[in-house]
């Protein structure tokens, strides 16, 4: 997460082991949310998520120099873009295995660029245009074989990233947001929220997929290691951010894609096909070019 509202302060090898260090784990808590997917309801694991995450950050303000600041109301729509993106992603790996799930979602970047260029009038280039189509491309070729067998859950992902990229949109928009410990508490706390109404009315309705099941004990130490690792991958990627500029730091998360197949084969015995790996190829370089432009914009 950009944290552009902290005073910067260079040193980029040392946001570099962090952000390395924060995309290496993003895997395993995605890891750990489809495990639990075969149980509890995605709504159930964003929920649980959340919560842990607010809840750690408290707890950790005890402990740390950064203390939490003043709620503002930018914290709801940064809430509710980042629960349900989660909660589209964790539905998604419901269905699909994790590598071709997170392939999906790494159009991110791009659908941030249109959104920046649409909303944010920023400035357009030939570089912005050949990277998007070659995202486009990239996208529908890993779409084809994911579509014909999983349907519709296909979508998932991409809707996920859609949100997401809204929600680092209006990061950008925003002022003033506060330390890393604040942000990270304040969304914590309004997507617990968003997404306990999201349970009330899975419960009312019987929607099995806002439903709260019953969680079996030797399940909690599995979603506690969920809750720890998703706060700590947070807080480290937010200080990453707060030691080097984006276009430094934002190549690393193309490294999240490899670590997710090596752990689908290892634990899933997923293995994604050709096309799906095609994609993803084209993706990441679509990803690489744009963020290689935005360096030479910025020089």
């Known amino acids: 997460m950009n944290n552009s509202t902290l005073t910067q302060i260079p040193n980029v090898s040392k946001a570099m082991l962090f952000m390395v260090i924060g995309v290496m784990l993003l895997p395993f808590t995605d890891t750990i949310a489809k495990y639990l997917s075969t149980t509890l309801s995605p709504t159930q694991i964003a929920w649980l998520r959340f919560t842990l995450q607010a809840l750690f950050i408290f707890i950790l303000t ?56 649409i909303f944010l009038k920023e400035k357009v ?40 990229a809204l929600y680092l949109m209006f990061i950008r928009l925003s002022s003033n947001l506060g330390n890393s410990v604040t942000i990270q508490f304040y969304i914590g706390i309004v997507a617990s929220l968003f997404l306990s109404i999201c349970l009330l009315i899975g419960e009312s309705f019987s929607l099995e997929i806002l439903k709260f099941n019953s969680i079996d004990m030797s399940y909690w130490w599995i979603i506690l290691a969920l809750g720890i690792l998703t706060t700590f991958i947070q807080l480290l990627i937010s200080k990453a951010f707060y030691y080097a500029n984006a276009s430094v730091l934002a190549s690393f ?35 690489l070019y744009l963020i290689k432009h935005e360096r030479k914009k910025k020089k």
């Open 62 to 117: 005890f402990f740390i120099k950064e203390k939490i600041g003043k709620f503002k109301l930018n914290y709801l729509y940064l809430g509710f873009f980042v629960s349900t993106s989660i909660l589209l992603l964790f539905w998604g790996l419901k269905y699909l295995p994790l590598a071709n799930n997170i392939a999906l979602f790494f159009i991110e970047p791009l659908v941030l660029t249109l959104l920046s260029i």
């Open 253 to 287: 998360q193309y490294l999240e894609i490899i670590f997710a197949t090596f752990l689908g084969w290892i634990i899933f015995n997923d293995i994604p096909d050709r096309l799906t790996i095609l994609g993803a190829f084209i993706v990441i370089f679509a990803g």
């Open 125 to 164: 280039f030939k570089e912005h245009i050949i990277a998007v189509i070659l995202g486009l491309i990239g996208t529908l070729i890993i779409i084809r074989p994911n579509l014909s067998m999983y349907g519709i859950a296909a979508f998932l992902p991409i809707l996920s990233a859609i949100l997401y």
